[in-house]
């Protein structure tokens, strides 16, 4: 093992930083690190414990290329025959589809996709693997230029294409609370992809897995999420970005607001205390306790994965488990704003904690404050708040007794004068 790592170090020394997610030769660089892991004669128990190991710390490639190495464990543990429908939804993704020569921010996604997917599952045979893209009415043709790309490939049996747009007009149940496609901001479409995936296969043996449209998210690791699964260890397995062993090269300037977004959710949703991460794009549901979970939704923009793990806790408690997961960044064409979606994403919160739960005092003084909450709002209570976030952990910010209601109205109505810290 030791010549070993020291050849990765050596020979992948160019990824210790960075990463390239338009580069084909970065991106074959983690499948090839992990090969190697995997031709020495290590189990899935000695992988994890490598994920320790400061070499592998101290070296973005290796840790990424250990996480699909583990995956590919995990995938290989699974005896019994399985099923795996990856969903994801696009809009506006006619230039990320493309590759790098056509188009400067150009990742060829698609392309990719596939290729992790049958790395991951090459001489597997007792597991199927299927993609279900649906088009969040993309004004561009996404939809349009994917099948045209899918038909190129020969993969038209594996690889599926749908439109919500044909959802809605079917007025499918699914479907509901959306008259048009612009209803949806990627929610409406994951859960109208997922729909029609347990639509077809129902069983316990069938997990489907959504993703988004881009690579920030190797789908080689798609493994962390099936194996708990599989073992009977949980129904729905949520990767996340914020545990000791993930791997995070982060690009874009969210960090702040995404302490303040934590915080502020778990205030109204106690029921999910266990959970940091849930935006995180990576996410598996045993097909057979998804179905029920996607009707009569009240929320299909960027917060419908936090209603989907809510009322899953509800019916249910100790189905969810997290997997640690490796995660780059991948700001260039992101169809969301470096800060648009947040206070949406509380609004919405705040209707799910008066749908789902008993009201209690604490969190609907806050659920209070986000509800008369606008835009000046809440760019006042970041720039007033941005000094106390800065200097603590997420850990610090959840556990701070600061930031009480009373202090967050004040803070929102904070304005753009030079401001005092936050002791």
Request: hydrophobic share 40%.
């Amino acid at each position: 093992m030791e010549s070993t790592l020291n050849h990765l170090i050596n020979k992948y020394k160019a990824l210790e930083s960075q990463l390239d997610l338009t580069c084909t030769d970065d991106l074959s660089a983690l499948t090839a690190i992990a090969q190697s892991l995997l031709e020495q004669p290590f189990s899935l128990f000695d992988l994890r414990e490598k994920e320790s190991d400061p070499r592998f710390q101290n070296h973005l490639g290796l840790q990424l290329g250990l996480k699909l190495a583990i995956s590919r464990r995990c995938v290989e543990a699974i005896s019994v025959p399985m099923e795996l429908t990856v969903v994801f939804a696009m809009y506006g993704e006619t230039q990320r589809m493309q590759s790098a020569a056509n188009h400067q921010h150009g990742e060829d996604f698609l392309r990719r996709k596939v290729a992790q997917l049958q790395w991951l599952f090459d001489g597997i045979d007792n597991i199927q693997w299927y993609i279900d893209i649906v088009d969040d009415g993309c004004p561009d043709g996404s939809g349009a230029m994917a099948r045209e790309m899918i038909n190129q490939m020969g993969l038209s049996r594996r690889i599926r294409v749908h439109y919500l747009e044909d959802g809605i007009k079917a007025q499918l149940p699914v479907c509901a609370g959306m008259q048009q496609a612009r209803d949806s901001q990627k929610g409406g479409s994951i859960a109208y992809g997922m729909w029609l995936a347990t639509r077809r296969n129902r069983s316990a043996n069938h997990v489907v897995c959504y993703t988004d449209a881009d690579l920030s998210t190797h789908l080689g690791q798609v493994g962390l999420l099936m194996q708990p699964i599989c073992a009977g260890h949980c129904d729905i397995a949520c990767g996340s970005r914020r545990e000791p062993q993930s791997v995070v090269l982060k690009q874009g300037t969210r960090n702040e607001r995404g302490k303040l977004f934590i915080y502020l959710w778990k205030q109204m949703l106690p029921q999910l205390h266990f959970l940091v991460d849930t935006q995180c794009g990576f996410k598996a549901f045993r097909a057979s306790v998804l179905e029920p979970l996607l009707y009569d939704r009240i929320e299909n923009r960027f917060a419908f994965d936090i209603e989907l793990l809510l009322r899953a806790e509800l019916i249910r408690e100790n189905r969810i488990n997290k997997a640690a997961i490796g995660w780059i960044d991948s700001d260039a064409l992101s169809t969301t704003t470096d800060i648009g979606p947040y206070l949406n994403m509380l609004k919405a919160v705040v209707l799910m904690y008066h749908n789902y739960l008993p009201l209690e005092q604490h969190a609907s003084a806050v659920a209070k404050v986000l509800a008369s909450m606008d835009e000046q709002g809440w760019q006042s209570m970041l720039a007033e708040l941005e000094p106390f976030l800065a200097k603590r952990s997420l850990t610090e910010v959840l556990n701070s007794v600061e930031l009480t209601p009373e202090r967050l109205q004040r803070a929102a109505a904070f304005s753009h004068k030079p401001a005092e810290t936050v002791n």
